[in-house]
């Protein structure tokens, strides 16, 4: 007999007609023991196990629904140190990239808006962050709010670990022109 006790795990599908048991479905699981340990053999409710060996205990079960997956934590200064290194950005797409960093920063309290200037004929925001105080002036790129919420969706769904890629839209584009 086996000293170590652990439970074998689910099956995907019938032993006998190897058919794959739906979501919900009802089967019924038979429990051997093995030179190796303990074996779990799943059976749908046309199929019956053999005779020989005689199962040691069974019980009735079902497939469970699949178990969703958590979001993964936001790393405020992970994100909020990238969102430094990219001070001195001057290309369209990094000042696109730097004011949804900054958005998302202020949507997670890790910087706070202080008000909004008027920086090389263009509107910059200037932030503080939360825990140090540090300004930041950040350029807001010419997007409308669509664009602007499309950009930070996409931002999120990365950071959440789910997968895509961030679509820059070209600078001075009207939202029709990049709604597909």
Request: aromatic letters at 10%; hydrophobic letters at 35%.
């Amino acid at each position: 007999m086996s000293s170590d006790w652990s439970m074998p795990r689910r099956a995907e599908q019938c032993v006998g007609c190897q058919r794959r048991f739906e979501i919900g479905e009802n089967f019924r699981a038979y429990l051997y023991e093995t030179d190796a340990g303990y074996e779990r053999r799943d059976y749908c409710a046309a199929c019956t196990p053999p005779e020989a060996p005689a199962a040691i205990g069974s019980w009735k079960t079902r497939r469970p629904e699949p178990a969703v997956k958590k979001a993964q934590p936001f790393d405020r200064e992970a994100t909020y140190a990238f969102f430094e290194r990219l001070e001195d950005a001057d290309e369209p797409h990094e000042v696109q990239f730097r004011f949804v960093l900054a958005l998302l920063l202020w949507r997670k309290k890790v910087l706070k808006l202080e008000r909004t200037v008027a920086a090389d004929g263009r509107e910059a925001w200037e932030f503080a962050a939360t825990r140090t105080g540090t300004p930041h002036c950040v350029l807001r790129p010419d997007l409308d709010e669509s664009q602007l919420e499309r950009l930070s969706a996409q931002l999120e769904q990365l950071l959440a670990g789910q997968p895509g890629e961030i679509e820059f839209i070209p600078t001075g584009a009207r939202a029709e022109e990049t709604d597909e």
